[in-house]
């Protein structure tokens, strides 16, 4: 099996809760490092060829909390580490709102297959 040399994160946002762009910049922010931190942890050799890759991230929609939770198993299923985010609900939703998912840092083929019909936000 060849080397993967393209590694990149997807981040996952839900649209149905019209956050600000200022929120959902934060909640994006929440996700990429919590994600980064849970492929440190389990798959290390991934988060470096991420950095070396230049640390690719790419933002989509989800449509609800139930289409973020599904691409969260997916990824969980193919061994790709994710983040929810869950707001402290201080200014635009309640409080524990799932608002997003961080997903990898992983091979490109993989992240592909888990949100590569998501549209872009």
Known sequence: MPVETDYKQVIAVR????????????????????AYE??????PEWATGWRRCGWKKIVVRASNENEVLSLSRKANSLGIPSF???????????????????????????MDE????????
Not at 38 to 43: G, T
Not at 84 to 110: F, K
Not at 114 to 121: A, C, E, T, Y
Request: hydrophobic residues 40%; aromatic residues 2%; proline residues 5%.
């Open 15 to 34: 649209k149905d809760l019209h956050l600000g762009c200022g929120k959902i910049a934060a909640q994006v922010a929440h996700a990429s490092l919590g």
């Open 84 to 110: 929810i985010v869950r707001d402290a609900g201080l200014t635009q939703v309640e409080p524990n709102t799932l608002t997003c998912v961080g997903l990898g840092p992983g091979p490109s083929s993989i």
């Open 38 to 43: 849970e492929c440190l942890h389990f798959k």
């Open 114 to 121: 888990i949100s590569g019909k998501l549209k872009l936000l």
